[in-house]
């Protein structure tokens, strides 16, 4: 891949350029965010349909209301996690690959961030409806803390090797 015109001279070794880092860790960005992108579409096709099954009537107002922040949080982190094609998209060709990939960067944090707290939200809400609020408090608060052990701490410390 060659520089835009302007960007200054090019390493002629087999050093990697500023450029191509750049459009690397774009295209190793979005390769992770393929990944999460089928399971936050799935999560929030599914949670449309909820509405339109026959025990939804029965949820109590807790239940409803933890629903909706659920189906919220997934169309929120379905939004984050599609940001950032929707910004190359826009941005194609202008010169701005590194705001491309800091921005894009951001918006992935964003919706893992999200999405850790929908998928929580959804274990809660499944508890509560099938066993009892405590169990979804635990069950929800548990699963939130392993998402942050296994997504935040884990890196974090291996970072700190």
Known sequence: MSAPEG????????????QDRLARNFNE????LRVTQTG???????????????R???????????YLAVLLGSVIATGFIIAPVALHRTLFRQGEKEWLVH????????GLLILALTL?????????????????IVAGGG???FLVLLWGVLPLVKRAD
Not at 7 to 17: F, L
Not at 29 to 32: A, F, H
Not at 103 to 110: D, G, L
């Open 7 to 18: 960007s200054g001279p090019q390493p002629t070794t087999g050093a990697e350029s500023d």
């Open 29 to 32: 960005l979005l390769q992770e």
């Open 40 to 54: 936050v579409q799935i999560l929030t096709g599914f949670l449309l349909t909820v509405p339109f099954t026959q």
């Open 56 to 66: 939804f009537p029965d949820l109590d107002s807790v239940q409803t209301t933890g």
């Open 103 to 110: 921005a894009a960067n951001w918006c992935a944090r964003a």
């Open 120 to 136: 929580a939200g959804v274990v809660w809400l499944v508890f509560d409806v099938v066993v009892s609020r405590t169990a979804a």
């Open 143 to 145: 699963f939130l803390v």
